[in-house]
């Protein structure tokens, strides 16, 4: 069973930077991607990048695009968000998430059988 742990969350001002990481544990061989999410308050959580995780391929929500990059170190187990150009509407809750669906990328909530417990990121002048 796989376990995520995220961190790294914090408040930052706009125009800003944030890492945020997700420490991996578990069956590795048993994840096809890892994908990160986010829910602000009153919304519905949502899609905001995923890897493939034999070629880390990447794809990224359209919002995000251009400003946010997803990466891992394989040593260490952990997935990174690395996250710039941070705007006041990317203020949410941050979910890491690991599917084992093969699909070309899994884009939606219930192709991921784990979850972490998420971080707050809060972007504010």
């Known amino acids: 069973q796989e376990q995520l742990v995220e961190s790294g969350g914090g408040l930052v001002q706009p125009g800003g930077s944030l890492t945020l990481s997700c420490v991996t544990s578990?069956?590795?061989?048993?994840?096809?991607?890892m994908g990160w999410f986010r829910q602000a308050p009153g919304k519905e959580r949502e899609f905001v990048a995923v890897?493939?995780?034999?070629?880390?391929?990447?794809y990224y929500a359209d919002s995000v695009k251009g400003r946010f990059t997803i990466s891992r170190d394989n040593a260490k187990n952990t997935v990174y968000l690395q996250m710039n150009s941070l705007k006041p509407e990317d203020t949410a809750v941050y979910y890491c998430a690991a599917s084992g669906v093969v699909a070309r990328y899994p884009l939606t909530l219930s192709q991921y059988a784990y979850w972490g417990q998420g971080t707050q990121v809060t972007v504010s002048s």
């Open positions: 578990g069956t590795i061989f048993s994840i096809y991607a």
């Open positions: 890897a493939t995780w034999a070629t880390f391929s990447p």
